[in-house]
């Protein structure tokens, strides 16, 4: 059974970072392309950055460009998102997901999604 498992949500301040993980477990994703999505109370899921399966593309929406980072490491199978200068409008669950064709893009269908890991803001 092929699962994503999120983690490195929590409770920061204004300003502060966190560094989310997904390990993906049941297969190598190592050919995948990978994305990090969040969904905000009352909203839709967004896209939130994405990265191909060989490191060549990275994909980010505006409102986290220069702020967020999207990395993976293959040989330990995990995708790393860096959170640096957050928000309280950043304030959301997020989910790692994986994309068959490798791409990781924003407009990319993604095959597999994890549970979710909360990220909390104060300000």
């Known amino acids: 059974q092929v699962q994503l498992v999120e983690s490195g949500g929590g409770l920061v301040q204004a300003g502060g970072s966190l560094r989310l993980s997904c390990a993906p477990s049941?297969?190598?994703?190592?050919?995948?392309?990978m994305g990090w999505f969040r969904q905000q109370p009352g909203k839709e899921r967004e896209f939130v950055a994405g990265?191909?399966?060989?490191?060549?593309?990275?994909y980010y929406a505006d409102f986290v460009k220069g702020r967020f980072t999207i990395s993976r490491d293959n040989a330990n199978n995990t995708v790393y998102l860096q959170m640096n200068r957050l928000k309280p409008e950043d304030t959301a669950v997020y989910y790692c997901?994986?994309?068959?064709?490798?791409?990781?893009?924003?407009?990319?269908?993604?095959?597999?999604w994890g549970q979710g890991t909360q990220v909390t803001v104060s300000s």
């Open positions: 997901a994986a994309d068959g064709s490798g791409v990781g893009g924003f407009r990319t269908v993604y095959d597999y």
């Open positions: 990265i191909s399966w060989d490191h060549e593309r990275t």
């Open positions: 049941g297969r190598t994703f190592s050919r995948f392309g």
